[in-house]
């Protein structure tokens, strides 16, 4: 990474590799939820169901993937990586969420005007 920005101050190459891997979670997580929302999807169950169950998981994920870290001599369970991780979880079921409202209104004006 320093070699990569040798022209910048010398604390940058450590705040870029932070931001890249935090970055790296809230993408992480985001995808695990959309995989949560679209294994606990079913007909019986409300979208808003779906939703919540989905990031209560991710959030427990989290939680206990935190937790286990302070077991391990080299890591170091974080609170604020846990609610990061929530957080990307929350992001990517937003924009599922999103998305499905935008496809249920198109297919409504389609079936309006036809």
């Known amino acids: ?15 870029a590799h932070a931001a890249i891997r935090k970055l790296a979670h809230v993408t992480e997580y985001a995808v695990l939820g959309l995989l949560v929302a679209r294994a606990l999807d079913r007909p019986s169950r409300t979208r808003d169901v779906v939703l919540a169950g989905a990031l209560a998981f991710c ?6 993937d935190e937790w286990h870290q302070t077991f391990v001599p080299s890591r170091v369970g974080c609170v604020a990586d846990a609610l990061l991780d929530t957080f990307g979880a929350a992001l990517g079921l ?13 297919r409504t004006r389609r079936t309006a005007t036809a």
């Not at 959030?59 to 206990?64: F, M």
């Open 94 to 106: 937003a924009l599922l969420a999103a998305a499905r409202a935008r496809s249920e209104a198109v």
């Open 1 to 15: 990474m320093r070699s990569l920005l040798a022209w910048a101050p010398a604390w940058a190459p450590d705040v």
């Open 59 to 64: 959030a427990v994920h989290a939680s206990l």
